[in-house]
């Protein structure tokens, strides 16, 4: 008799490139043990993401609510095997879903002036590789941020919602197509924001925490109303607005954030531009120079 001996099988990655799923963060904000572990070569990936993103335009939100920048293109083909309605319907276990906080208005700005933390908030579209590069740096640094999804978007790259909660993330709605929401109809406008819930919901058990508008800043009265209806008691807006879209150069980047941020400020900031990634070192430092600590929005709020 001739025995065969098979070899062990390798432990195989997982979908963002380490070699198991991370738990989520603390509550706290401070990341799991488990996360640092499997956290891949930041700096070979910021450079990476640098590299893709200098050819890839990514969606912004207009700062009037007239004029918008480009729509995003992302070059990433989706792969055959990676099919977002098989995704969508695997039963993942339940995200953080949205909270009411009784002090905060309709439309939150701002979180509490008096408490050294910062939110940095991005909207999500563009290159993937470019947005895996932005949360690995955020996390070398100890930092926390709210990523606010297009559901096209997460139609062809299914995965990225998962490893954006992994990392200890807030996840949000930023409108299924990412078009000018307030000039819309109510029933398009249900259909922009029930559409991206909808896919957040099917990938993470929960519509995610935060609904920001599309193509502007603030939303309308009828805009707001619609996202409460669908389940998102508050619309989240900021107070500093970094202009990354408009392709200024990283230094640029970094003065416009750092020149208009204080305690309690709320920063919108994109995936998918070169520049953001490139500035994304230099803002976290000069925060932490400051004694300013970046956190999710719900944790800002809390």
């Not at 990655?13 to 488990?34: E, I, L, R, Y």
């Not at 926390?144 to 297009?150: D, E, G, K, S």
Request: glycine residues 10%; aromatic residues 4%; positive net charge.
């Amino acid at each position: 008799m001739v025995r065969v001996i098979t070899p062990a099988r390798p432990p195989q990655p997982s979908p963002d490139g380490s070699s198991a799923a991370s738990p989520h963060a603390g509550s706290d904000g401070s990341p799991d043990a488990s996360v640092a572990r499997a956290a891949p070569d930041r700096r070979a990936a910021l450079r990476s993401g640098v590299a893709l993103a200098a050819g890839t335009l990514a969606a912004g939100c207009s700062t009037t609510g007239v004029v918008a920048h480009p729509v995003a293109v992302s070059r990433t083909a989706v792969s055959p095997s990676a099919n977002p309605s098989a995704n969508l319907s695997a039963k993942p276990a339940a995200a953080p879903a949205p909270r009411r906080f009784p002090q905060q208005p309709a439309e939150i700005t701002h979180g509490p002036r008096d408490r050294p933390r910062v939110a940095l908030t991005f909207h999500g579209q563009g290159d993937p590789a470019v947005a895996r590069a932005l949360l690995g740096e955020a996390e070398k640094a100890g930092a926390r941020v709210t990523v606010l999804a297009v559901g096209s978007w997460l139609d062809e790259h299914p995965d990225i919602a998962r490893r954006i909660l992994d990392g200890g993330h807030d996840l949000g709605n930023h409108t299924l197509r990412h078009l000018a929401i307030n000039t819309m109809s109510e029933a398009d406008a249900e259909a922009e924001i029930r559409g991206c819930a909808d896919r957040l919901r099917r990938l993470t058990g929960s519509i995610g925490t935060w609904f920001r508008p599309s193509r502007t800043p603030t939303a309308s009265a009828l805009v707001a109303g619609v996202a409460r209806r669908v389940g998102y008691p508050h619309v989240l807006s900021y107070d500093v607005d970094s202009l990354d879209y408009t392709s200024p150069g990283a230094p640029a980047v970094t003065r416009q954030v750092i020149g208009g941020v204080r305690d309690g400020s709320v920063v919108s900031l994109h995936f998918g531009y070169a520049d953001t990634v490139a500035a994304l070192p230099a803002v976290l430092e000069e925060l932490g120079r400051r004694g300013l600590r970046a956190v999710t929005t719900t944790e800002l709020l809390s």
